[in-house]
């Protein structure tokens, strides 16, 4: 948000050749807060030596990107393998198959197969995989929105191929949900930022496999209290 007059206000929605001032303006609030959320993770992790991984998503402009490779202690996922620890590696893919509204980061669901194959290259041998697409897959609980499922297909097929112990996905806001699609325990988080509520996921790993899973806006649900060897929260 930005404070503004009147007859600026006036402007912007005239047009009158202020397009371009408000998307730049746009690209720097942007930047502005995205880094902030930067700064306070960096603290965190200085102060508690926790690992904290960030992602982007198909909304994302891909000038973002570089604000978080600047972080002090944050690691940037996007394309690369992140080791976690504990013989785990995260792969990350912030690009989803192409939807309605012409987004940053989308493309044919041909390009997304390559770009998760490309990602998963350099997949150690022995190590336990965790995906992090921000697509979830097709014909699952977790990419059922008002138009039906909309996830994709090479998301779907790459889980199938690969058989990553865990999946984490986002996306499609209201399929908030944790499926087994075969060997893989999928997550999708949803969303209710319109509220300010973060939703979230705590999921537990050990020796490669999944133990227990909770996601953070449900009730009544409870995680485990056994000695925590591994875990997530997003």
Partial sequence: SFVTTLADYKRYAEGDGAAQEVIDMQHRLMAERLHNWVEAAD???????????????????????SVIRDARHVAFSEDRAIDLGENTTLFSVGYSNETP????????????????????????????????????????????????????????????????????????????????????????????????????ARILVENGRVVDAMLTREQGQSFSRRKKLFGFYF
């Fill in 43 to 65: 603290d965190v992790v200085q102060k508690t030596g926790r690992k904290i991984v960030m992602s982007v998503g198909n909304d994302d402009p891909l000038y973002l990107d």
């Fill in 101 to 200: 509204w012409k987004t940053p980061r989308e493309c044919p669901e041909w390009e997304l197969a390559q770009r998760i194959d490309t990602c998963l290259n350099n997949k150690p041998s022995g190590t336990t995989c965790v995906f992090n697409f921000h697509r979830p897959p097709h014909r699952s609980k977790l990419d059922k929105s008002p138009d039906g499922h909309v996830g994709s297909k090479a998301v779907r097929n790459a889980l199938e191929v690969y058989s990553p112990a865990l999946a984490l996905f986002g996306h499609i806001h209201e399929s908030m949900a944790i499926q087994k699609l075969g060997v893989t325990t999928c997550i999708n988080p949803g969303s209710d930022y319109e509220r300010a509520r973060l939703s979230g």
